[in-house]
């Protein structure tokens, strides 16, 4: 089972980032770099890779020396009505992607090696509390699902760290409190948002708008940069930003609310007043698609 080196073949030659979809060759790979001194990084996707994505490599890149990115797309997290069978799946481009940002190792298992023992799974990683709120309400199982295959991927990367998207940022504190409840070692990374030109972060669901869609979606960038202009500019009238921000992503009815609130970075409850470290957080549907964003900002 063994991998080649993966960036330099016959004569330096560059070389595709060797791909496998079977945890023991990862685990070699893995033991490998360790036995040359090597800090290993992970950074969990779900494929459909973007300037985003390629951002969290070039972290992983900073801090660690062999760089491991999975492909999953994961059933648990997706709900019975949601797009896990249109979710897409480019993996030739996403492989191209890596290699261009020099990973050393894509891990793309199937449905079957991650779930074994499915149907009938019956272990599960639950974070209640921060799991049920906001995505959580609206999407129920879907931080269980999160949850569980990060773990699953540490188990089978072992990782000194990994790189996750702020653009997730419910996600991330999840993932951050399920390291910290099992004490794990792992070292949680948040890596900033990349946006396209006008604002819109980019994500893998951006590629299912169509052109009158994708032109509405930058309001949810707008009623967030509102907000970050109100609250640093010393206004502490926090409802009224909240729903201000919501009439900015509803107006024309273009964009169905799910919410816009301002919210603790740490617990994600919903402000009264100002505090000292504040986040938007927004999600809305545009036509079938879920869009969420979040940003940051501090009162004056
Ligand atoms: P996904 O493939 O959507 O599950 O995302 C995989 C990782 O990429 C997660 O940690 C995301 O938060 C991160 N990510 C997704 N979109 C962006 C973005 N626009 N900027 C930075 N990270 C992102």
Redesign the pocket.
Same mark, same amino acid.
């Given at each position: 089972m063994r991998i080649d080196g993966p960036h330099s073949g016959p004569y330096g030659k560059k070389v595709m980032t060797q791909t496998t979809s079977k945890i023991d060759a990862v685990r070699v790979s893995v033991l490998q770099a360790r036995r040359e001194g090597k800090r290993i990084a992970c950074?969990?996707?779900?494929?459909? +890779?973007?300037?985003?994505?390629l951002?969290?490599i070039d972290e992983a890149k900073k801090l660690a020396d062999y760089v491991v990115v999975t492909v999953f797309v994961n059933p648990t997290q997706f709900g019975p009505q949601e797009d896990f069978h249109k979710y897409p799946r480019p993996i030739e481009k996403d492989i191209a992607m890596c290699s261009s940002r020099d990973a050393d190792l894509i891990f793309n298992p199937d449905v079957e090696t991650m779930y074994p023992s499915t149907p009938g799974a019956k272990t599960f990683i639950e974070v209640p509390g921060l799991s049920e709120i906001l995505e959580g309400a609206i999407r129920p199982g879907h931080f269980r699902g999160v949850a569980t295959v990060v773990m699953k991927l540490f188990q089978i990367v072992m990782p000194d760290v990994a790189?996750?998207?702020?653009?997730?940022f419910q996600? +991330?504190a999840v993932i951050k409190q399920m390291v910290r409840d099992l004490n794990s070692p792992i070292q949680i990374v948040g890596?900033?948002?990349?946006?396209e030109t006008d604002g819109l972060?980019?994500?893998?669901r951006n590629a299912y708008l169509s052109p009158e869609q994708r032109a509405v979606a930058i309001r949810l960038y707008e009623a967030m940069v509102f907000a970050k202009n109100q609250v640093t500019a010393g206004h502490s009238d926090l409802a009224s930003i909240m729903s201000k921000m919501a009439e900015i992503i509803t107006r024309d009815g273009a964009m169905t609310l799910d919410y816009a609130i301002l919210a603790n970075p740490t617990t994600l409850e919903t402000l009264t007043q100002p505090q000292p470290e504040m986040v938007a957080l927004v999600a809305a549907r545009n036509g079938t698609t879920r869009l969420i964003d979040n940003m940051m900002m501090t009162p004056k």
């Amino acid at each position: 089972m063994r991998i080649d080196g993966p960036h330099s073949g016959p004569y330096g030659k560059k070389v595709m980032t060797q791909t496998t979809s079977k945890i023991d060759a990862v685990r070699v790979s893995v033991l490998q770099a360790r036995r040359e001194g090597k800090r290993i990084a992970c950074v969990p996707t779900m494929g459909a +890779l973007h300037e985003g994505h390629l951002s969290l490599i070039d972290e992983a890149k900073k801090l660690a020396d062999y760089v491991v990115v999975t492909v999953f797309v994961n059933p648990t997290q997706f709900g019975p009505q949601e797009d896990f069978h249109k979710y897409p799946r480019p993996i030739e481009k996403d492989i191209a992607m890596c290699s261009s940002r020099d990973a050393d190792l894509i891990f793309n298992p199937d449905v079957e090696t991650m779930y074994p023992s499915t149907p009938g799974a019956k272990t599960f990683i639950e974070v209640p509390g921060l799991s049920e709120i906001l995505e959580g309400a609206i999407r129920p199982g879907h931080f269980r699902g999160v949850a569980t295959v990060v773990m699953k991927l540490f188990q089978i990367v072992m990782p000194d760290v990994a790189c996750f998207g702020s653009k997730d940022f419910q996600q +991330l504190a999840v993932i951050k409190q399920m390291v910290r409840d099992l004490n794990s070692p792992i070292q949680i990374v948040g890596c900033p948002t990349i946006r396209e030109t006008d604002g819109l972060a980019m994500s893998s669901r951006n590629a299912y708008l169509s052109p009158e869609q994708r032109a509405v979606a930058i309001r949810l960038y707008e009623a967030m940069v509102f907000a970050k202009n109100q609250v640093t500019a010393g206004h502490s009238d926090l409802a009224s930003i909240m729903s201000k921000m919501a009439e900015i992503i509803t107006r024309d009815g273009a964009m169905t609310l799910d919410y816009a609130i301002l919210a603790n970075p740490t617990t994600l409850e919903t402000l009264t007043q100002p505090q000292p470290e504040m986040v938007a957080l927004v999600a809305a549907r545009n036509g079938t698609t879920r869009l969420i964003d979040n940003m940051m900002m501090t009162p004056k």
